[in-house]
C-alpha cells in the first residue's frame, strides 16, 4: 500500500505571498490531519478534515485554511506569509480518527519564506 | 488545554544499558497517550500506544493516572534505538494530537 504523500517537497517563498500545500492520503483513509513542525514550537496541530468536514482546528491564525476532497486527498493554504511560517509541513492520515486509530506521516513539505 | 512535557532535549545512554525516557501530561479529562518515533531520515511513525499495553522493539510504556506520567521505558538499548521520540496526547475526538517537544535518544557503543 502506497503511503501518505506530500507535494511539493520543498518550497520557497517570499513574505506576503500565498501557498498551497497538497497532501494524498493512504488509500481508504478518510481522516487527514495537519501538523507544523518548527525548532522552537515543535510539532503543532493546525487542523483535521474527515469526510471533506474540518473536525478539529489549532490555535493558528486564519491565515492557515484547508479542505478535503471527496477522494480525501487535502490541501492546506496559507496566505500572506511571514517570516515565522517557515517551517516542516507535515501530513497525516487514519483510516477514520480517534485513539485505537494509526496516523500515518507523510515526509513533510519544507516551506522556507524569505 | 492540554499540555505534554518532556523534560530531556538529549538522553545519551551506552548500550545494554537501560532507558527511560520521560513523559509528563496535564489534561482535565481521561487522556489517550502515545509514543512516536522518528529514526534519520524516516518519516514519523506511532511506536506504541498505552490503551494497547504492549511491547514494541522491547519498549513499554505505562499510564500512571496519579503521577500524570508515561514514561518509555526499555531494559537494555541497542544501537537503532537512536532516534528522536515524541509523546503524543489525544484528548477529544478525531485525530487532534498535542507533541510533547521530544527526546533524542543516542546510544553509544
Known amino acids: 500500500k502506497a503511503g501518505v504523500t506530500q507535494t511539493p517537497r520543498y518550497l520557497i517563498k517570499t513574505r506576503g505571498q500565498q501557498v498551497t500545500l497538497s497532501c494524498s492520503p493512504i488509500s481508504g483513509h478518510r481522516s487527514v490531519s495537519w501538523y507544523q513542525q518548527t525548532p522552537g514550537q515543535g510539532l503543532q496541530f493546525l487542523f483535521e478534515?474527515?469526510?471533506?468536514?474540518?473536525?478539529n482546528k489549532g490555535n493558528f491564525p486564519g491565515r492557515f485554511s484547508g479542505r478535503q476532497f471527496s477522494n480525501s486527498r487535502s490541501e492546506m493554504n496559507v496566505s500572506t506569509l511571514e517570516l515565522g511560517d517557515s517551517a516542516l509541513y507535515l501530513c497525516?492520515?487514519?483510516?477514520?480518527?480517534?485513539?485505537?486509530?494509526?496516523?500515518?506521516f507523510g515526509p513533510g513539505t519544507r516551506l522556507t519564506v524569505l | 488545554a492540554q499540555r505534554v512535557t518532556q523534560p530531556e532535549k538529549l538522553l545519551s545512554v551506552f548500550k545494554g544499558a537501560p532507558v527511560e525516557l520521560k513523559c509528563n501530561y496535564s489534561?482535565?479529562?481521561?487522556?489517550?497517550l502515545f509514543w512516536y518515533v522518528q529514526y534519520s531520515r524516516q518519516r514519523l511513525q506511532l511506536l506504541l500506544r498505552h490503551i494497547s499495553r504492549e511491547s514494541i522493539k522491547g519498549f513499554t510504556a505505562d499510564l500512571n493516572k496519579g503521577e500524570t506520567s508515561f514514561h518509555l521505558k526499555k531494559p537494555f538499548a541497542q544501537e537503532e534505538d537512536s532516534a528522536m521520540y515524541y509523546c503524543?496526547?489525544?484528548?477529544?475526538?478525531?485525530?487532534?494530537?498535542?507533541f510533547g517537544t521530544g527526546t533524542q535518544l543516542k546510544v553509544e557503543l
Open positions: 489534561y482535565s479529562g481521561s487522556p489517550e
Open positions: 497525516a492520515s487514519s483510516p477514520v480518527g480517534g485513539f485505537t486509530d494509526t496516523q500515518y
Open positions: 503524543a496526547l489525544l484528548a477529544g475526538g478525531g485525530n487532534k494530537l498535542t
Open positions: 478534515y474527515f469526510s471533506e468536514t474540518q473536525r
